[in-house]
């Protein structure tokens, strides 16, 4: 079972449309709001060494890149 979190800003374009796929999937991942909390935002930086969103923590490694997500979860979400 992988251990998943997705860091995202409720304002990034890129964010929504990994929303929105997850969505379409009925795909639930626990999230953080890099906007509320400063903390995430460090967070984010000492995982993956950047801040940029969204970004999906598998396992404790980062992958950026709203269509490299999409792709992953696509993969691993398949019924
Ligand atoms: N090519 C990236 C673009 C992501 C991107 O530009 N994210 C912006 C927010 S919309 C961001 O995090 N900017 C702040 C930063 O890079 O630290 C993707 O598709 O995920």
Known sequence: MNELTLYFSPSCPFCR????F???RKINIPLKDVS???SYRDE???IGGKTQVPCLIINGEA???SDDIIQWLETNFRD
């Open 17 to 20: 449309k990994v929303f929105n």
């Open 22 to 24: 997850m969505q379409s």
């Open 36 to 38: 509320l909390e400063s």
């Open 44 to 46: 984010l930086m000492n």
């Open 63 to 65: 992958l950026y890149e």
